[in-house]
């Protein structure tokens, strides 16, 4: 077994290292890439892990996506470039506990986490380093109220 691994830019393929990686394996470029690009689309514009594992003997493939850094995920659902150190008097911005939910999703098999609640509270702690308020408060106090149970409808 072969494993070619990458790290490209989420629904563009692997361009020409793709190729030239692939291409001597005999391997079928065009949909390796078709599959790249639709296993990414969701993380357009960021940097993603990709790992084609090859079967040596019988030329089969498949492909293996990673998940962008949660602090990557949070920045491009509020649309910021990069993060803030002064949250108290400028967030970068502000998400909604449902996009929280959605990012925990999405990196749900690459946390060390027993389920979802617990996967959002990591999610919310790292709110906290990029500078961004949830529904309007701070991170730490919605970690609290998450803590309280007063979000476990969105767990469900």
């Keep these: 077994m072969t494993d070619v691994k990458f790290l490209i830019e989420g629904g563009k393929g692997g361009g020409g290292a793709l190729g030239m990686q692939l291409g001597p394996l005999g391997l079928p470029l065009n949909d390796i890439t078709k599959e790249i690009n639709e296993k990414t689309k969701d993380f357009t514009g960021m940097k993603v892990p990709v790992t084609v594992h090859v079967e040596d003997k019988t030329k089969k493939w498949s492909v293996e996506v990673g998940t962008p ?9 509020i649309g910021a470039k990069k993060g803030t150190g002064k949250v108290k008097e400028q967030p970068t911005g502000d998400l909604k506990m449902e996009q929280i939910v959605k990012i925990a999703k999405m990196k749900k098999d690459s946390v060390n986490s027993t389920n979802l609640k617990a996967t959002v ?3 919310a702690g790292s709110c906290v380093s990029v500078g961004c308020t ?13 803590k309280d149970g007063k979000h ?4 469900e």
């Design 152 to 155: 476990d409808a969105l767990f």
């Design 69 to 77: 850094p949660v602090s990557a995920l949070i920045l491009k659902e």
């Design 134 to 146: 949830i529904d309007g408060k701070r991170p730490q106090d919605v970690q609290k109220e998450i």
């Design 121 to 123: 509270l990591q999610i």
